[in-house]
């Protein structure tokens, strides 16, 4: 996926179009997250889909559901929903900055073949 450490830098708008479709994948990923978050509200909780999208958002964001949880099954889903959106963090997080790092790494490696 990304150039090995002989090859060349890659040159600054393949490198912009590489953060573009990182970016589009951690778009995607938190979209199809919050679509199934508010799912989640929406059937186990009862809740309208304003109320959803802001629960799900706020966990997703990492702040926690807005309104009180009344169900077995709505505690029990959030719960497993909040474990899998701090996951999500995580993975986001490594996905938008894995191209950024390995040009900082490639480069380095360059400059050190020169000496």
Not at 37 to 46: A, I, L, P, S, T
Not at 56 to 77: H, I, Q, S, W
Request: hydrophobic content about 55%.
């Amino acid at each position: 996926m990304y150039e090995h450490r002989r090859q060349p830098l890659l040159s600054f708008p393949a490198f912009v179009r590489r953060m573009v479709r990182h970016a589009l994948a951690v778009m995607a990923l938190m979209a199809a997250s919050l679509l199934m978050g508010m799912g989640g509200y929406v059937y186990f909780e009862h809740l309208g889909w304003l109320d959803a999208f802001l629960n799900a958002a706020m966990l997703l964001g990492g702040m926690g559901p807005l309104a009180p949880l009344t169900t077995p099954g709505g505690k029990l889903f959030a719960g497993l929903y909040a474990l899998y959106a701090g996951m999500v963090f995580l993975v986001g997080v490594g996905v938008l900055f894995a191209p950024a790092l390995h040009r900082m790494l490639h480069h380095f490696h360059l400059a050190e073949g020169r000496d």
